[in-house]
């Protein structure tokens, strides 16, 4: 047989008929290599092993040119094309860069280029593309764990990806066999197949007219016409049934390459069993003739859509212990068989040979992944690939604030809807990335809750009918994208406020007022009350509020404090604590110590509290303030609640961050140790010196080991 026949060209005589059959069983002959022989190493139905790829290479289907793997690691610019000025570009929120609006910004082609922040990850992704490594990446959501993985594939050769074609059993039709062809090549088979089966069904078809023609015509010459159709009927019944057997030769293909222009990518987030390992659809005619072939009832599953390119499972650990169990085994063997995952389905009786699935695993999830997942796939990806943390925050500098300008480009030209950004709109949205990183001079990573504030401003410019969005648009999209959960908090603080007991001026003794968050960022006013009272029995320390686990620890602490510095005998006393209003949520976190432990003294010392000064800090069994979480957003509630002055962690005066309206409006004023924020908070001079004085020679000697600067690094909750 000539290798330049062309299956596409359907044969139209004898000849070419039988070509075209020799070309077909030809196809099949080579087809009876096991997969692993394959490897994509036929080309053209010809034995002849593909040449063995050149990384200098291009493909060259179509207008658009794939990067090769030489391309890998290359660094997009910046700004191309655009005008930096270096002089003003550290104090410039847009970095230096000279743009009316984002259309002026030139956004890169790959997606491993737009990734943005993530540098480490960035670098093993494309190590992990060169090398075909397994990699897997935890993180918060929103980091760029997707964006990731689609880049991989982009970044993975296109030439030697596989069509994977199901043949009928004759031997065992519960065993179909499996095939494996070079991309583009089993539409062609199973066009040649069809033909083959239609001039076969039409010849079968041609000779059973004539039966019957012949059948009839005997039966009026012999008059007897009832058995003459009786005998046409049955004629046509066995033609029919048996047609199907013919039928039944034209393979299934399963996976088709043909079209696809890069490495194949497939998102197995949440997949059930039979959608990742392959299933066997249920056949409810399992006999008379009416049956579908077993080879035509499997189904792919995302492992081998995968095969020669990527396979992505965000949230790992949810998959099923016995499922990661067969997914380990996939991995480790590069091929899996398909059978019916349902017990009951008549498809479990179906097993085909194994399938190829030489994939790339790209596991990702949150911290809490790692604990529920299997420690053998866990242990696979790890001794063949890489982990990466992913980073939640990046430091604040003029090239990654060019880059936050092009993310915006970005996202404007990926919705292809939205107008783009002046200059001011996306000074605001980086100004909003300062905000949500919660630490100075920092710009926050999870791009997805920034990418969804520039759509939401977008829509609203879009929506007046303007040609570019502007800083106004995205003030007004701040309030809009808000959570469910903010909502809910920024409306309960809302309604609280007609019932709240607010006081932000004169002293009263006992009464302090704290600082909290509610939601992701809405500040709330939370005062504390402390009592005395003669104890009943032993003296205890008894705090209301509902306090959950941590808050109930940080009140231990306090009390800590209270008894090495009283001069009162606390067995004879009970200290009543109050978080006045805390609600149905209760308290959670320890950052009410410095508060409580306020509220307490001056209850026990007769002190009055000034109470325009609010506060938030953690505190240490030694007297030392600790930083908390949420700062910036408890700065702002006591500003709005009247406020004159906040003490805050000397510790967090870092991650202060707040809108330019509140400058004015309050002091901030950090410390360090408990005796720091009684000499703000306090009032009486004679009293408040010397119960200051005491407590500076009881604290003093952990301050001079600087044990404050210690817990800099640790992760306070927000609350």
């Given at each position: 047989?000539?290798?330049?026949?062309?299956?596409?060209?359907?044969?139209?005589?004898?000849?070419?008929?039988?070509?075209?059959?020799?070309?077909?069983?030809?196809?099949?002959?080579?087809?009876?290599?096991?997969?692993a022989?394959?490897?994509?190493?036929?080309?053209?139905?010809?034995?002849?092993?593909?040449?063995?790829?050149?990384?200098?290479?291009?493909?060259?289907?179509?207008?658009?040119?794939?990067?090769?793997?030489?391309?890998?690691?290359?660094?997009?610019?910046?700004?191309?094309?655009?005008?930096?000025?270096?002089?003003?570009?550290?104090?410039?929120?847009?970095?230096?860069?000279?743009?009316?609006?984002?259309?002026?910004?030139?956004?890169?082609?790959?997606?491993?280029?737009?990734?943005?922040?993530?540098?480490?990850?960035?670098?093993?992704?494309?190590?992990?593309?060169?090398?075909?490594?397994?990699?897997?990446?935890?993180?918060?959501?929103?980091?760029?764990?997707?964006?990731?993985?689609?880049?991989?594939?982009?970044?993975?050769?296109?030439?030697?990806?596989?069509?994977?074609?199901?043949?009928?059993?004759?031997?065992?039709?519960?065993?179909?066999?499996v095939?494996?062809?070079?991309?583009?090549?089993?539409e062609?088979?199973?066009?040649?197949?069809?033909?083959?089966?239609?001039?076969?069904?039409q010849?079968?078809?041609?000779?059973?007219?004539?039966?019957?023609?012949?059948?009839?015509?005997?039966?009026?010459?012999?008059?007897?016409?009832?058995?003459?159709?009786?005998?046409?009927?049955?004629?046509?019944?066995?033609?029919?049934?048996?047609?199907?057997g013919?039928?039944?030769m034209?393979?299934?293909?399963?996976?088709?390459?043909?079209?696809?222009?890069?490495?194949?990518?497939?998102?197995?987030?949440?997949?059930?069993?039979?959608?990742?390992?392959?299933?066997?659809?249920?056949?409810?005619?399992?006999?008379?003739?009416?049956?579908?072939?077993?080879?035509?009832?499997?189904?792919?599953?995302?492992?081998?859509?995968?095969?020669?390119?990527?396979?992505?499972?965000?949230?790992?650990?949810?998959?099923?212990?016995?499922?990661?169990?067969?997914?380990?085994?996939?991995?480790?063997?590069?091929?899996?068989?398909?059978?019916?995952?349902?017990?009951?389905?008549?498809?479990?009786?179906?097993?085909?040979?194994?399938?190829?699935?030489?994939?790339?695993?790209?596991?990702?999830?949150?911290?809490?992944?790692?604990?529920?997942?299997?420690?053998?796939?866990?242990?696979?990806?790890?001794?063949?690939?890489?982990?990466?943390?992913?980073?939640?925050?990046?430091?604040?500098?003029?090239?990654?604030?060019?880059?936050?300008?092009?993310?915006?480009?970005?996202?404007?030209?990926?919705?292809?809807?939205?107008?783009?950004?002046?200059?001011?709109?996306?000074?605001?949205?980086?100004?909003?990335?300062?905000?949500?990183?919660?630490?100075?001079?920092?710009?926050?990573?999870?791009?997805?809750?920034?990418?969804?504030?520039?759509?939401?401003?977008?829509?609203?410019?879009?929506?007046?009918?303007?040609?570019?969005?502007?800083?106004?648009?995205?003030?007004?999209?701040?309030?809009?994208?808000?959570?469910?959960?903010?909502?809910?908090?920024?409306?309960?603080?809302?309604?609280?406020?007609?019932?709240?007991?607010?006081?932000?001026?004169?002293?009263?003794?006992?009464?302090?007022?704290?600082?909290?968050?509610?939601?992701?960022?809405?500040?709330?006013?939370?005062?504390?009350?402390?009592?005395?009272?003669?104890?009943?029995?032993?003296?205890?320390?008894?705090?209301?509020?509902?306090?959950?686990?941590?808050?109930e620890e940080?009140?231990?602490?306090?009390?800590?404090i209270?008894?090495?510095?009283?001069?009162?005998?606390?067995?004879?006393?009970?200290?009543?604590?109050?978080?006045?209003?805390?609600?149905?949520?209760?308290?959670?976190?320890?950052?009410?110590?410095i508060?409580?432990?306020?509220?307490?003294?001056?209850?026990?010392?007769?002190?009055?509290?000034?109470?325009?000064?609010?506060?938030?800090g953690?505190?240490?069994?030694?007297?030392?303030?600790?930083?908390?979480?949420?700062?910036?957003?408890?700065?702002?509630?006591?500003?709005k609640?009247?406020?004159?002055?906040?003490?805050?962690?000397?510790?967090?005066e870092?991650?202060?961050?707040?809108?330019?309206?509140?400058?004015?409006m309050?002091?901030?004023?950090?410390c360090?140790?408990?005796?720091?924020?009684?000499d703000?908070?306090?009032?009486?001079?004679?009293?408040?010196?010397?119960?200051?004085?005491?407590?500076?020679?009881?604290?003093?000697?952990?301050?001079?080991?600087?044990?404050?600067?210690?817990?800099?690094?640790?992760?306070p909750?927000?609350?």
């Amino acid at each position: 047989m000539s290798n330049d026949t062309n299956v596409d060209d359907p044969p139209e005589d004898a000849a070419e008929t039988a070509s075209s059959e020799e070309e077909v069983r030809d196809q099949e002959r080579q087809g009876d290599r096991s997969p692993a022989e394959e490897g994509g190493d036929r080309r053209d139905g010809v034995d002849d092993p593909i040449e063995e790829f050149d990384p200098d290479s291009v493909s060259d289907d179509g207008d658009d040119d794939i990067e090769t793997v030489n391309d890998l690691g290359s660094e997009v610019e910046v700004d191309p094309g655009v005008e930096v000025d270096e002089d003003i570009a550290e104090d410039d929120l847009l970095g230096g860069l000279k743009i009316d609006t984002t259309s002026d910004i030139e956004v890169p082609d790959r997606l491993v280029d737009q990734v943005i922040g993530q540098d480490e990850a960035r670098d093993i992704i494309i190590k992990a593309a060169k090398q075909r490594r397994h990699v897997m990446m935890i993180g918060s959501p929103g980091t760029g764990k997707s964006m990731l993985a689609k880049a991989m594939s982009q970044l993975l050769p296109q030439e030697d990806l596989q069509d994977v074609l199901v043949y009928h059993n004759p031997d065992d039709g519960n065993e179909p066999k499996v095939r494996t062809v070079p991309a583009g090549k089993g539409e062609q088979i199973i066009d040649a197949h069809k033909e083959e089966a239609r001039k076969r069904n039409q010849m079968r078809s041609i000779l059973m007219w004539i039966i019957i023609a012949i059948i009839i015509g005997y039966a009026i010459l012999t008059t007897n016409i009832l058995l003459g159709i009786l005998a046409a009927g049955i004629v046509w019944l066995i033609f029919r049934y048996t047609s199907r057997g013919t039928d039944a030769m034209v393979p299934n293909m399963i996976v088709d390459n043909g079209d696809q222009r890069t490495a194949p990518f497939e998102d197995a987030t949440g997949a059930h069993a039979g959608a990742l390992l392959g299933d066997v659809r249920h056949d409810p005619f399992q006999s008379g003739g009416m049956e579908t072939p077993s080879h035509d009832r499997v189904e792919p599953g995302s492992i081998h859509k995968s095969n020669k390119g990527v396979l992505f499972v965000d949230e790992i650990n949810t998959l099923d212990v016995r499922t990661q169990q067969k997914l380990m085994t996939a991995i480790q063997e590069g091929e899996f068989s398909i059978t019916g995952q349902s017990e009951r389905s008549s498809g479990a009786m179906v097993q085909t040979e194994p399938v190829p699935c030489d994939f790339i695993m790209i596991a990702a999830g949150n911290l809490d992944a790692m604990e529920n997942m299997h420690p053998a796939l866990r242990n696979r990806i790890k001794g063949y690939g890489y982990e990466v943390y992913m980073e939640d925050t990046i430091e604040d500098t003029p090239e990654m604030r060019r880059k936050y300008a092009r993310f915006v480009a970005q996202e404007v030209e990926r919705d292809g809807r939205l107008p783009h950004f002046t200059d001011e709109a996306v000074e605001e949205i980086i100004l909003e990335a300062k905000r949500r990183s919660g630490r100075k001079n920092h710009l926050t990573l999870h791009f997805r809750s920034l990418g969804g504030l520039i759509r939401v401003a977008g829509d609203i410019a879009r929506a007046e009918d303007r040609e570019a969005t502007t800083r106004e648009d995205v003030l007004q999209a701040k309030r809009r994208s808000r959570s469910i959960e903010q909502q809910l908090a920024d409306d309960y603080i809302e309604r609280r406020k007609d019932y709240e007991l607010q006081v932000n001026e004169g002293g009263v003794e006992g009464r302090v007022n704290g600082l909290a968050v509610m939601g992701e960022d809405s500040g709330i006013m939370l005062p504390v009350m402390a009592e005395i009272a003669p104890a009943q029995g032993q003296g205890q320390v008894i705090a209301t509020g509902k306090l959950k686990e941590m808050a109930e620890e940080s009140v231990q602490n306090v009390s800590a404090i209270i008894k090495k510095f009283s001069d009162v005998n606390l067995s004879e006393k009970d200290i009543h604590i109050q978080f006045v209003q805390a609600g149905q949520q209760g308290v959670d976190g320890d950052s009410a110590s410095i508060t409580v432990a306020t509220a307490v003294i001056s209850a026990l010392e007769d002190i009055p509290v000034d109470q325009s000064v609010a506060m938030t800090g953690s505190l240490s069994v030694r007297g030392d303030v600790l930083p908390v979480g949420g700062v910036t957003h408890k700065i702002e509630a006591a500003a709005k609640a009247g406020c004159d002055k906040v003490i805050i962690p000397a510790a967090n005066e870092q991650d202060v961050m707040i809108e330019e309206e509140y400058d004015e409006m309050i002091e901030i004023i950090p410390c360090a140790n408990i005796s720091e924020v009684l000499d703000v908070a306090l009032m009486g001079e004679p009293k408040k010196d010397s119960l200051v004085d005491r407590l500076k020679q009881i604290t003093g000697s952990a301050l001079e080991h600087g044990s404050v600067g210690s817990t800099s690094g640790s992760n306070p909750s927000p609350q």
